[in-house]
C-alpha cells in the first residue's frame, strides 16, 4: 500500500475541527481513514494543528488497519508563520519544554517551523528563518534525545542548510533549494519530502476557482521544483512521499495520489519512495 509522509488531517476538511470533542470530527476522521484505505493509502503521517486534531485522529486510527502518526501540534516561534499548525515559543529553551509536553503526550515525532510558505506575490520568497541553527540543533537534540525523530518545515536554501546541518530527520518542502543544498542534503541523513502536488494543483485550476490567479507564479514553482527532485533523484538524495494533503487544491486521497504521480514523473520509482517510507513508518 502507498504512504503519505505529510497530510493534515486537521485542514481542508468537510467538518470542523475546531472541537476536538465532538462526535463530528471523530465520525469526519473515520471517514477519512475509511477513504485513504480505499485508494489503497495505508500509512499517514500528520503535520500538526492547533486544535489537536492528530491527537483524536491516532486514537480513531486505532479502529483501522492504518499506520497513523502525528507530532500533535507543530512549533513555531512567536509572531512568525504557523499559528494554524500548532503551538508558539519565544526561544529555544521553552520550544524544549514543549517537545517534553509533546512527548508526554504521545506525540510520535516532533514537528518544527523553520520559515513560511513560499510568497505567490513577490517569487522565491519566504520569511527568515525562525530559529538559527544554535536553536534548532538544541531542539532537535531534545527529540533525538527522547527517542523522536523530526520534520522540519523549511523553504530557501540558507534555511534548508540550517535544517540539514542541525539534524533534521525530514525537510518538509524544500522549495527554492540550491544545488549547494542539495549536495549537503545527498551528504546527509535526512529525508526530503518535497510536497509537489499543492503549487502543481494550483496551476493547474479552472478559471473560476479563486487561486486561479496564482496559476502563473505556482507553474514556476512546479516546474523549479521538478527540476531540483530530479537532480536529487540523481544524487541519491533520500526522497519520500507527501502532499500536504489538507492545503488548498490537494484533498485527502487524491492528494496522495496526484504526489505520486508527480514524484514518477521526477524520476521516482515506487521502489524507492517505498524504500524511504520504510524509514519513516518503521
Known amino acids: ?16 475541527v475546531k472541537k476536538p470533542d465532538s462526535q463530528e470530527l471523530k465520525d469526519g476522521l473515520r471517514q477519512m481513514f475509511e477513504n485513504y484505505l480505499a485508494l489503497g493509502i495505508g500509512s499517514l503521517r500528520d503535520g500538526g494543528d492547533k486544535w489537536g486534531v492528530g491527537l483524536v485522529a491516532k486514537e480513531i486510527a486505532r479502529e483501522f488497519p492504518i499506520h497513523f502518526k502525528s507530532p500533535i501540534h507543530g512549533i513555531y516561534k512567536s509572531g512568525c508563520y504557523g499559528e494554524f499548525l500548532g503551538q508558539s ?10 517537545i517534553e509536553e509533546l512527548y508526554r503526550k504521545k506525540a510520535d515525532f516532533i514537528k518544527i517551523i523553520l520559515t513560511g510558505i513560499m510568497s505567490f506575490d513577490d517569487f522565491g520568497k519566504t520569511d527568515p528563518a525562525q530559529f538559527n541553527l544554535a536553536e534548532l540543533r538544541k531542539m532537535i537534540d531534545r527529540a533525538h534525545d527522547l527517542g523522536l525523530q523530526t520534520m522540519i518545515h ?26 549547494a543544498a542539495l549536495e549537503l ?23 473560476h476557482h479563486a487561486m486561479a490567479i496564482y496559476r502563473s507564479v505556482s507553474e514556476k514553482y512546479f516546474e523549479g521544483h521538478q527540476r531540483a527532485v530530479k537532480k536529487a533523484v540523481d544524487l541519491g538524495v533520500k526522497i519520500a ?42
Open 1 to 16: 500500500m502507498l504512504y503519505d509522509a505529510h497530510i493534515h488531517c486537521g485542514l481542508g476538511q468537510p467538518f470542523s
Open 89 to 98: 515559543v519565544d526561544n529555544a529553551n521553552e520550544a524544549c519544554q514543549l
Open 154 to 179: 523549511a523553504n530557501t536554501p540558507s534555511a534548508i542548510k540550517i535544517a540539514v546541518e542541525a539534524g533534521a530527520d525530514t525537510i518538509e518542502h524544500g522549495y527554492s533549494i540550491d544545488d
Open 185 to 207: 542534503l545527498a551528504q546527509s541523513q535526512s529525508i526530503w519530502v518535497p510536497t509537489l502536488a499543492p503549487f502543481a494543483n494550483i496551476a493547474a485550476c479552472p478559471d
Open 241 to 282: 512521499l507527501g502532499s500536504d494533503s489538507g492545503a488548498t487544491l490537494v484533498p485527502h486521497g487524491q492528494g496522495t495520489l496526484d504526489e505520486f504521480r508527480f514524484c514518477q514523473l521526477c524520476g521516482l520509482s515506487e521502489e524507492k519512495l517505498m524504500e524511504t517510507g520504510r524509514l519513516l513508518f518503521a
